[in-house]
């Protein structure tokens, strides 16, 4: 079985400072690991995606996240925050025997002028 | 590629009423799911389809809910009655596996449904 968790509901952060948003998972099987951005009134788009090979990923808009098997992990970063990241951010993970996907509960990011 | 696309964008209905909110997943997609998001509980994964059989509803909350899939290219969610709580936004999203699962879904614009 598989699980998220995300820690912080709510992130706030100045434009141009380092956006962390945390994501930690667990499974029982390796796993495939995802960021989803939501805007506001809007589906989930998918930002990036960590199957295999390479543990830092590259996104959409600047972001990347970096998968560590060790700490369960699978952080969303990026270097300067801009006005139009203010979205809703999920995790999710899932099993690579053709399990559904579990998502994390979101982080709400806002980027303060 | 049009995306998955959902109608209607917004259903302002009365209690009691049936409400028929409709999907069309990417072409060539063989998974479909039905999700709904509320503040309280997130995403919520309802029921999902694989070549258009129903896979697993056990995410469906009553007996009031109810979706078919008659074809690769359609799905619908119906409620009936509808209830206030059943208001939230209902998304759909398709995916592909062709036997790996490392395929995203792709998720459509949502329906807002809110029951009055």
């Known amino acids: 079985a598989q699980s998220v968790t995300q820690l912080g509901s709510h992130v706030s952060v100045s434009e141009g400072a380092l956006v962390l948003l945390r994501c930690n998972y667990s499974?029982?099987?390796?796993?495939?690991l995802f960021w989803y951005v939501q805007y506001p009134n809007q589906g989930l788009q998918l930002l990036l995606k960590?199957?295999?090979?390479?543990?830092l990923v590259k996104g959409i808009n600047g972001f990347e996240a970096e998968f560590k098997k060790s700490e369960t992990s699978f952080h969303l970063t990026k270097p300067s925050a801009h006005m139009s990241d203010a979205a809703e951010y999920f995790c999710?993970?899932?099993?690579?025997?053709?399990?559904?996907?579990?998502f994390g509960p979101g982080t709400r990011l806002s980027v303060l002028p | 590629d049009a995306g998955v696309i959902q109608s209607p964008r917004h259903e302002v209905t009365e209690m009691g009423q049936e409400v028929t909110l409709r999907c069309k997943p990417i072409?060539?997609?063989?998974?479909l799911f039905w999700y709904r998001q509320t503040m309280m509980r997130g995403l919520e994964l309802l029921i999902y389809?694989?070549?258009?059989?129903?896979?697993?509803d056990s995410g469906m909350p009553e007996d009031r809910f109810s979706a078919k899939m008659p074809n690769a290219s359609f799905s619908t969610l119906k409620i009936q009655p509808s209830e206030p709580r059943d208001s939230a936004v209902y998304f759909c999203?398709?995916?592909?596996?062709?036997?790996?699962?490392?395929?995203?879904?792709?998720f459509g614009s949502g329906t807002r449904l809110t029951v009055v």
């Open positions: 999203a398709s995916s592909m596996t062709g036997g790996r699962s490392n395929y995203g879904y792709t």
């Open positions: 499974s029982s099987v390796p796993p495939y």
């Open positions: 960590y199957t295999t090979g390479a543990t």
């Open positions: 999710a993970v899932r099993g690579n025997y053709g399990q559904n996907f579990v």
């Open positions: 072409s060539g997609h063989d998974y």
């Open positions: 389809f694989n070549n258009n059989v129903p896979i697993d």
